[in-house]
T-cell receptor, first 108, second 115 residues
Framework: AQRVTQPEKLLSVFKGAPVELKCNYSYSGSPELFWYVQYSRQRLQLLLRHISRESIKGFTADLNKGETSFHLKKPFAQEEDSAMYYCALKNSGSRLTFGEGTQLTVNP | DGGITQSPKYLFRKEGQNVTLSCEQNLNHDAMYWYRQDPGQGLRLIYYSQIVNDFQKGDIAEGYSVSREKKESFPLTVTSAQKNPTAFYLC??????????????FGPGTRLTVL
């Protein structure tokens, strides 16, 4: 069965520090993974997808099939990065399985 | 801020009552979804519909029902059989059925409280 795990419910860093939000998955097929973000009082929205190999707002995420991970990283965190982050795995068709979410707080 | 709209924003219901949450999209998307969001549990899929007049159960469909009579509308009914209905409900849509562009677009959500 498909499963996405985000081991940290809460993560707190200082402005300018590196940040890594962990995501591990289990899936028998070829995975397609995404990171979604929900800023305070805003809608949940797509941050990035692994297939595009893009960097959005300074964030990157590399798919590591050997470790079944898709960790989200940013070298220098900013206060505006404070938000809830969800890792998601695409199932058959267009379904997504979401992780439990990590609340990131970037302190000044 | 169009695209996907959900109404109402807040909803209160007494135990034993059914209630229907509205979700409308003007993006011409084929697929639509309903999730509930609970603290520490992430988003869990209730129902989804890939095309008009068709829908499938998600992971936690018990106590819920849906319909998809129009492409732009996907209402969710929370029935009295749902044992723990107090939650934040999110509606989403996707352009294609199983294509590359699987980005889901989300509505603003409805917070349901059972009194």
């Amino acid at each position: 069965a498909q499963r996405v795990t985000q081991p940290e419910k809460l993560l707190s860093v200082f402005k300018g520090a590196p940040v890594e939000l962990k995501c591990n998955y289990s899936y028998s097929g070829s995975p397609e993974l995404f990171w979604y973000v929900q800023y305070s009082r805003q809608r949940l929205q797509l941050l990035l997808r692994h297939i595009s190999r893009e960097s959005i707002k300074g964030f990157t995420a590399d798919l590591n099939k050997g470790e079944t991970s898709f960790h989200l990283k940013k070298p220098f965190a900013q206060e505006e990065d404070s938000a809830m982050y969800y890792c998601a795995l695409k199932n058959s068709g267009s379904r997504l399985t979401f992780g439990e979410g990590t609340q990131l707080t970037v302190n000044p | 801020d169009g695209g996907i709209t959900q109404s109402p924003k807040y909803l209160f219901r007494k135990e034993g009552q059914n209630v229907t949450l509205s979700c409308e999209q003007n993006l011409n998307h084929d697929a639509m979804y309903w999730y509930r969001q609970d603290p520490g549990q992430g988003l869990r899929l209730i129902y989804y519909s890939q095309i008009v007049n068709d829908f499938q159960k998600g992971d936690i469909a018990e106590g819920y029902s849906v319909s998809r009579e129009k492409k732009e509308s996907f209402p969710l009914t929370v029935t009295s059989a749902q044992k723990n209905p107090t939650a934040f409900y999110l509606c989403a849509s996707t352009p294609g059925l199983a294509g590359f562009d699987n980005e889901q677009f989300f509505g603003p959500g409805t917070r349901l409280t059972v009194l």
